[in-house]
């Protein structure tokens, strides 16, 4: 596999792994459980770990696509830039899930602060992972860049009128 291939496989982990971190921190909060709440904490330490081989590959990734056709340098440079800040906002996050995970094993009385401010924190990340992911994804499917009407858009199929 070149770092294309390892891109695409590991890209979407830093986005879902912050995803689901928040749904599971959300849940602990919820439920008033502290595991699960330190299991939330975990999958942002984890997307924070997992970012770093995802950023590193993109170099790899870029080589691959940027002389096919419909693959502009400007996508590529914007995808880059959002990348590289969400990198260092979810290598944030991921330190401070760990001090708030830490704080929780060691029974300190400001855990659950730390782990409320880590929320909030992964919530702001999770809307940047969005811009990423999708930046990303505009590379090469020209069907979701917002600007999808005519070169690059797909024809209309003539199908069933949705306006019933």
Not at 7 to 34: D, S
Not at 132 to 138: L, N
Request: charged share 15%; aromatic share 6%.
């Amino acid at each position: 596999m070149n770092q294309a291939h390892w891109h695409l496989v590991l890209n979407h982990l830093p986005i879902l792994g912050t995803l689901f971190g928040i749904l599971v921190l959300l849940a602990g909060f919820l439920f008033k459980q502290g595991s699960v709440r330190q299991t939330g904490l975990g999958l942002f330490v984890f997307s924070a770990l997992v970012a770093i081989p995802a950023f590193l590959t993109g170099e790899g990734a870029e080589d691959a696509v940027e002389g096919l056709p419909g693959v502009g340098e400007n996508l590529i440079e914007r995808h880059e830039d959002l990348a590289n800040f969400f990198l260092w906002t979810v290598i944030g996050l991921g330190v401070l899930a760990l001090a708030s995970l830490l704080a929780s094993l060691n029974g300190w009385k400001a855990a659950s602060l730390l782990s409320l401010i880590t929320l909030v924190v992964a919530l702001g990340t999770m809307v940047l992972a969005q811009q990423v992911g999708t930046s990303g994804g505009e590379i090469r499917h020209t069907e979701i860049r917002g600007n999808a009407t005519g070169q690059g858009a797909l024809p209309d199929q003539g199908g069933e009128d949705d306006d019933d």
